[in-house]
């Protein structure tokens, strides 16, 4: 932080509330513990020379901000000076950083693999699929989503360019802890990604290339991404070399800034959403011209760095050789983009859409140099195919429409004489029944060209991945079968790709006989041409070996258990779908405490997720989420909120590692809590349950404390309780501190207890599982006042007036004390003098005071009770005297002010004997 002022904004991110904004504040950048405070907010920071992740996203995007302000004129990811919001320390452990579509979070590594991953390119990274979202918003799935990858990657590194001491072209490489210490390479991206335990291709369609319609990486966009990252640091560097595709290749490089400026406006201006690599090659020409000019040496430079990595011509030819188009619809020019073409050209365009029976031509310009550059339409797949179109000149042809699955058009110039060229788009009409590829995980099976009662689609290209979890082989049998002969058929092999031994290549119209995949996994590929369409195949297959674990469990019958992946010491199966429904008995929530955890990792930036447990709180996947983990940092423990928890674990088609285990404990409501207090004589209590099992967890107390009592009997009615680990203590007191007097557990009924005084104490616990039917008990006590025999009377009595006045102040004293047998004697006591045992007494107290009154009852056989009152006896207020200002005799219709000495006391005045309530001096008219 070496230009300051800076400042920051404060943000709090918790499940309550959303985003609190709490203040935008200015650092300084001394070394040492700072304050900050505003709008009600405050707290400290510290500036110091240790790696601090917040610090470094912070600066991160300080930097990535004013490169694209700065280099690419863009405020913010959305060009529109939105917050940017970074979280850093997110989840535990985290080896990924990602985008969200609102946010950025950074993890802090595991330590072993990874650090804190707030390196410079990684920050830049994420932001710019940000930018990428608010631009062309490309697709993150095949080579959309590589084109996504590359481009976070191409910024990434552009900012360490503009902003790092020391740039370079790898990723991650402040990150990561292991060798090589990066994770991806721009400038050798075939070297191993150990993260991804894959590599990179630097050609397209070239070694490394991943399938991308495969279910991994989502159709391998970090895989796939190494073309363009290739592209852009040969345009940027240059270099030369063969390619995996024998191009001979030698790219002058033009510098960074300059690729970073074609490779915005590629992206900002002409890619859209599923945009591909030939978009992308075209887009990024048409962004060189538009920044350099037509003949400019960066579209050269352009030209040369895709050729290097497999796509479009040698900067030599603007078009060269034969561009295959399968889309249904799509654009085709001669390549010369707003400038002339070249001469001796000879280039041609295969359009074979999937599905097509026929496709029709439109040229939207044309201009060729007449009788001599000329663009021809073929009715088929080769030059061999019928003629449909031969067109040279300034006139721009009429719509070509041919009846076939496939049309190539032919464009040739000669040794002199150029134009501007041409442009045309095309449209394809068909059905496709079936594309790209399937996956089959279940233990048999049933698939089809998917064309029903129809004949299959022309150009088909569809492919079935028969991988069930763990088998040890796979057969197939076809139940029908018509292609057309040595064109249209099946080709099966004996594992997961066609590199794997061919055992099976078909066409016609006879069944095949059953082939048999022994590696456990089978793919089958279905390919037709461009004419002559058939019913098609139907097929059946079954397989042998067994998963681990499969369709869903439910766990209903106990408090807490285990699960797992199932494979033991073994590695889990690949393509596992095992899902655990957890509904104790009358659980109230569920936790789950993962005991081992070793699953493959999802993808760094955390947008591909292979392998995974998730945990939702409910009895599906409809419910929350709780959590989604992978890799093999033990996840934390989770909780439900009710009663169900619901575990799906999925894999999928390659790398298995040693899986996971997990314990369930559940807590049920109890149907006792806390303690209760029993008084009467004798009475019967329980665990409360009723007809259903106590509680787990309960910690229930009864303390039996009779009036009176001199000792109490226990006795148990039914008991069942977990042995050794749930029961219930008694206790010869009124608390814990007492002696003991048992200690019950399991299902017999314990001997009858006594207490030694008049309390026991009865405690019930039960721990976390395994819960019985529980216990009920009955006490009786004795004692020497209190019993049936011995009564106990209630002492009461009622006063007429809790207060009265000198003089003359009676109080009358009636007594309603109850027993229920027997004789008593009443003693009154006062705190005056003592006045018999009359019933209703009467009672005159001599001054000013408070005074005492208690009542004292005693049964014939000694036992007692008593209770007291209090009554006050207030002054007897004097008679005040009266002032008249003015003359004691008055006039009807004249006023007098009346008034009295006398105050501390409510008083009224009185005229003619009506009360009149006034103010101590009244104004009064004699009427």
Same mark, same amino acid.
């Given at each position: 932080?070496?230009?300051?002022?800076?400042?920051?904004?404060?943000?709090?991110?918790?499940?309550?509330?959303?985003?609190?904004?709490?203040?935008?504040?200015?650092?300084?950048?001394?070394?040492?513990?700072?304050?900050?405070?505003?709008?009600?907010?405050?707290?400290?920071?510290?500036?110091?020379?240790?790696?601090?992740?917040?610090?470094?996203?912070?600066?991160?995007?300080?930097?990535?901000?004013?490169?694209?302000?700065?280099?690419?004129?863009?405020?913010?990811?959305?060009?529109?000076?939105?917050?940017?919001?970074?979280?850093?320390?997110?989840?535990?452990?985290?080896?990924?950083?990602?985008?969200?579509?609102?946010?950025?979070?950074?993890?802090?590594?595991?330590?072993?693999?990874?650090?804190?991953?707030?390196?410079?390119?990684?920050?830049?990274?994420?932001?710019?699929?940000?930018?990428?979202?608010?631009?062309?918003?490309?697709?993150?799935?095949?080579?959309?989503?590589?084109?996504?990858?590359?481009?976070?990657?191409?910024?990434?590194?552009?900012?360490?360019?503009?902003?790092?001491?020391?740039?370079?072209?790898?990723?991650?490489?402040?990150?990561?802890?292991?060798?090589?210490?990066?994770?991806?390479?721009?400038?050798?991206?075939?070297?191993?990604?150990?993260?991804?335990?894959?590599? &990179?291709?630097?050609?397209?369609?070239?070694?490394?290339?991943?399938?991308?319609?495969?279910?991994?990486?989502?159709?391998?966009?970090?895989?796939?991404?190494?073309?363009?990252?290739?592209?852009?640091?040969?345009?940027?560097?240059?270099?030369? $070399?063969?390619?995996?595709?024998?191009?001979?290749?030698?790219?002058?490089?033009?510098?960074?800034? &300059?690729?970073?400026?074609?490779?915005?406006?590629?992206?900002?201006?002409?890619?859209?959403?599923?945009?591909?690599?030939?978009?992308?090659?075209?887009?990024?020409?048409?962004?060189?011209?538009?920044?350099?000019?037509?003949?400019?040496?960066?579209?050269?430079?352009?030209?040369?760095?895709?050729?290097?990595?497999?796509?479009?011509?040698?900067?030599?030819?603007?078009?060269?050789?034969?561009?295959?188009?399968?889309?249904?619809?799509?654009?085709?020019?001669?390549?010369?983009?707003?400038?002339?073409?070249?001469?001796?050209?000879?280039?041609?365009?295969?359009?074979?859409?999937? $599905?097509?029976?026929?496709?029709?031509?439109?040229?939207?310009?044309?201009?060729?140099?007449?009788?001599?550059?000329?663009?021809?339409?073929?009715?088929?797949?080769?030059?061999?195919?019928?003629?449909?179109?031969?067109?040279?000149?300034?006139?721009?042809?009429?719509?070509?429409?041919?009846?076939?699955?496939?049309?190539?058009?032919?464009?040739?110039?000669?040794?002199?004489?150029?134009?501007?060229?041409?442009?045309?788009?095309?449209?394809?009409?068909?059905?496709?029944?079936?594309?790209?590829?399937?996956?089959?995980?279940?233990?048999?099976?049933?698939?089809?060209?998917?064309?029903?009662?129809?004949?299959?689609?022309?150009?088909?290209?569809?492919?079935?991945?028969?991988?069930?979890?763990?088998?040890?082989?796979?057969?197939?049998?076809?139940?029908?079968?018509?292609?057309?002969?040595?064109?249209?058929?099946?080709?099966?092999?004996?594992?997961?790709?066609?590199?794997?031994?061919?055992?099976?290549?078909?066409?016609?119209?006879?069944?095949?006989?059953?082939?048999?995949?022994?590696?456990?996994?089978?793919?089958?590929?279905?390919?037709?041409?461009?004419?002559?369409?058939?019913?098609?195949?139907?097929?059946?297959?079954?397989?042998?070996?067994?998963?681990?674990?499969?369709?869903?469990?439910?766990? +209903?019958?106990?408090?807490?258990?285990?699960?797992?992946?199932?494979?033991?010491?073994?590695?889990?199966?690949?393509?596992?779908?095992?899902?655990?429904?957890?509904?104790?008995?009358?659980?109230?929530?569920?936790?789950?405490?993962?005991?081992?955890?070793?699953?493959?990792?999802?993808?760094?930036?955390?947008?591909?997720?292979?392998?995974?447990?998730?945990?939702?709180?409910?009895?599906?996947?409809?419910?929350?989420?709780?959590?989604?983990?992978?890799?093999?940092?033990?996840?934390?423990?989770?909780?439900?909120?009710?009663?169900?928890?619901?575990?799906?674990?999925?894999?999928?088609?390659?790398?298995?590692?040693?899986?996971?285990?997990?314990?369930?404990?559940?807590?049920?409501?109890?149907?006792?809590?806390?303690?209760?207090?029993?008084?009467?004589?004798?009475?019967?209590?329980?665990?409360?349950?009723?007809?259903?099992?106590?509680?787990?967890?309960?910690?229930?107390?009864?303390?039996?404390?009779?009036?009176?009592?001199?000792?109490?009997?226990?006795?148990?009615?039914?008991?069942?309780?977990?042995?050794?680990?749930?029961?219930?203590?008694?206790?010869?007191?009124?608390?814990?501190?007492?002696?003991?007097?048992?200690?019950?557990?399991?299902?017999?009924?314990?001997?009858?207890?006594?207490?030694?005084?008049?309390?026991?104490?009865?405690?019930?616990?039960?721990? &976390?599982?395994?819960?019985?039917?529980?216990?009920?008990?009955?006490?009786?006590?004795?004692?020497?006042?209190?019993?049936?025999?011995?009564?106990?009377?209630?002492?009461?009595?009622?006063?007429?007036?809790?207060?009265?006045?000198?003089?003359?102040?009676?109080?009358?004293?009636?007594?309603?004390?109850?027993?229920?047998?027997?004789?008593?004697?009443?003693?009154?006591?006062?705190?005056?003098?003592?006045?018999?045992?009359?019933?209703?007494?009467?009672?005159?107290?001599?001054?000013?005071?408070?005074?005492?009154?208690?009542?004292?009852?005693?049964?014939?056989?000694?036992?007692?009770?008593?209770?007291?009152?209090?009554?006050?006896?207030?002054?007897?207020?004097?008679?005040?005297?009266?002032?008249?200002?003015?003359?004691?005799?008055?006039?009807?219709?004249?006023?007098?002010?009346?008034?009295?000495?006398?105050?501390?006391?409510?008083? &009224?005045?009185?005229?003619?004997?009506? +009360?009149?309530?006034?103010?101590?001096?009244?104004?009064?008219?004699?009427?």
């Amino acid at each position: 932080m070496g230009n300051p002022p800076y400042k920051i904004e404060v943000w709090d991110y918790d499940a309550i509330g959303g985003d609190d904004y709490g203040g935008s504040y200015s650092i300084t950048t001394s070394v040492g513990t700072k304050s900050w405070s505003g709008g009600g907010n405050n707290g400290s920071y510290i500036i110091d020379t240790l790696k601090n992740p917040a610090l470094d996203v912070h600066w991160g995007i300080e930097k990535t901000f004013d490169f694209y302000k700065n280099q690419l004129n863009r405020n913010s990811y959305d060009n529109a000076g939105s917050i940017i919001k970074s979280y850093v320390h997110y989840d535990v452990k985290l080896s990924n950083a990602f985008w969200n579509g609102s946010v950025m979070s950074y993890g802090d590594g595991d330590g072993g693999l990874t650090s804190p991953l707030v390196s410079l390119d990684v920050v830049g990274h994420e932001f710019t699929h940000a930018v990428v979202e608010y631009t062309a918003d490309l697709a993150y799935q095949g080579e959309s989503g590589a084109l996504n990858e590359s481009f976070a990657d191409i910024f990434g590194t552009a900012i360490e360019f503009y902003s790092a001491g020391s740039p370079n072209w790898t990723i991650g490489e402040n990150v990561f802890l292991k060798p090589p210490f990066y994770m991806r390479s721009m400038s050798n991206p075939n070297i191993a990604s150990f993260l991804l335990n894959m590599m &990179q291709p630097d050609t397209y369609n070239g070694t490394f290339w991943a399938s991308t319609t495969s279910p991994s990486d989502d159709g391998g966009v970090h895989t796939n991404s190494g073309v363009q990252n290739y592209w852009f640091y040969l345009l940027s560097q240059g270099g030369s $070399g063969t390619n995996d595709i024998s191009n001979v290749f030698s790219v002058t490089g033009i510098g960074i800034n &300059q690729a970073t400026q074609i490779a915005y406006r590629n992206l900002a201006y002409y890619l859209t959403k599923n945009s591909n690599y030939s978009s992308s090659f075209n887009g990024s020409l048409q962004a060189a011209q538009d920044l350099y000019g037509v003949n400019s040496t960066q579209v050269a430079a352009v030209r040369s760095a895709w050729y290097a990595v497999g796509i479009g011509n040698s900067p030599s030819d603007q078009c060269i050789g034969t561009v295959n188009l399968s889309d249904v619809s799509g654009t085709l020019s001669d390549g010369s983009g707003t400038g002339n073409y070249q001469n001796n050209l000879n280039c041609s365009w295969l359009i074979k859409p999937k $599905g097509a029976d026929s496709i029709a031509l439109t040229f939207s310009a044309f201009k060729t140099e007449a009788g001599y550059d000329t663009v021809f339409v073929y009715n088929g797949p080769t030059t061999a195919s019928p003629l449909l179109m031969t067109w040279w000149g300034n006139t721009i042809p009429p719509v070509i429409k041919g009846n076939k699955g496939a049309m190539l058009v032919r464009f040739s110039s000669d040794v002199s004489n150029t134009d501007s060229g041409w442009k045309a788009s095309y449209v394809s009409y068909g059905t496709t029944y079936c594309d790209g590829g399937n996956l089959l995980t279940t233990a048999s099976g049933s698939f089809s060209d998917g064309s029903g009662a129809n004949n299959y689609g022309n150009n088909s290209l569809c492919y079935w991945l028969i991988a069930p979890p763990c088998a040890n082989s796979v057969t197939l049998s076809f139940s029908s079968f018509n292609t057309e002969l040595n064109y249209d058929g099946i080709l099966v092999y004996n594992g997961n790709n066609t590199n794997a031994p061919l055992i099976l290549n078909t066409s016609g119209s006879s069944i095949p006989s059953n082939v048999t995949a022994t590696s456990g996994e089978m793919l089958v590929v279905f390919v037709s041409d461009y004419i002559i369409k058939l019913p098609g195949f139907s097929a059946n297959y079954t397989s042998t070996g067994s998963a681990y674990c499969s369709g869903t469990t439910t766990l +209903n019958t106990s408090d807490y258990g285990t699960i797992s992946d199932g494979s033991g010491n073994n590695n889990y199966c690949n393509n596992t779908d095992c899902r655990w429904l957890i509904q104790p008995p009358q659980a109230s929530s569920v936790t789950l405490r993962f005991t081992s955890f070793n699953i493959e990792a999802a993808s760094s930036d955390g947008k591909s997720i292979y392998d995974a447990v998730e945990v939702y709180d409910g009895v599906n996947t409809s419910a929350p989420l709780l959590g989604r983990y992978s890799g093999n940092t033990l996840p934390p423990s989770l909780t439900s909120t009710g009663g169900s928890m619901y575990i799906k674990f999925y894999s999928n088609v390659a790398v298995s590692d040693s899986g996971w285990s997990a314990v369930y404990t559940s807590v049920t409501n109890n149907a006792c809590s806390g303690i209760t207090t029993l008084t009467a004589d004798s009475g019967t209590f329980s665990d409360g349950s009723g007809g259903l099992d106590y509680g787990n967890n309960a910690d229930c107390k009864w303390l039996i404390q009779p009036a009176g009592a001199s000792s109490i009997s226990l006795n148990f009615t039914s008991f069942d309780t977990e042995s050794n680990l749930d029961g219930v203590v008694v206790y010869d007191g009124a608390d814990t501190n007492a002696a003991k007097l048992g200690v019950f557990t399991g299902n017999t009924i314990p001997p009858t207890v006594n207490s030694s005084s008049g309390s026991m104490l009865v405690w019930f616990l039960s721990d &976390q599982a395994l819960r019985r039917s529980g216990w009920n008990a009955k006490y009786n006590s004795t004692s020497v006042c209190g019993s049936i025999s011995k009564p106990i009377p209630k002492a009461g009595f009622t006063i007429n007036s809790a207060s009265q006045c000198l003089p003359g102040n009676n109080f009358i004293f009636t007594d309603t004390t109850t027993l229920s047998v027997g004789t008593m004697t009443r003693e009154w006591k006062f705190s005056y003098a003592t006045n018999g045992s009359i019933s209703p007494i009467s009672k005159t107290f001599p001054s000013v005071n408070t005074y005492t009154a208690k009542l004292i009852v005693t049964t014939n056989n000694g036992c007692k009770d008593s209770i007291t009152k209090t009554v006050t006896v207030n002054p007897q207020p004097s008679v005040p005297s009266i002032n008249a200002y003015g003359p004691t005799t008055f006039c009807e219709g004249k006023q007098v002010t009346l008034s009295t000495n006398f105050t501390g006391v409510n008083y &009224q005045w009185v005229k003619d004997n009506n +009360n009149i309530t006034l103010a101590n001096s009244p104004t009064y008219m004699l009427i």
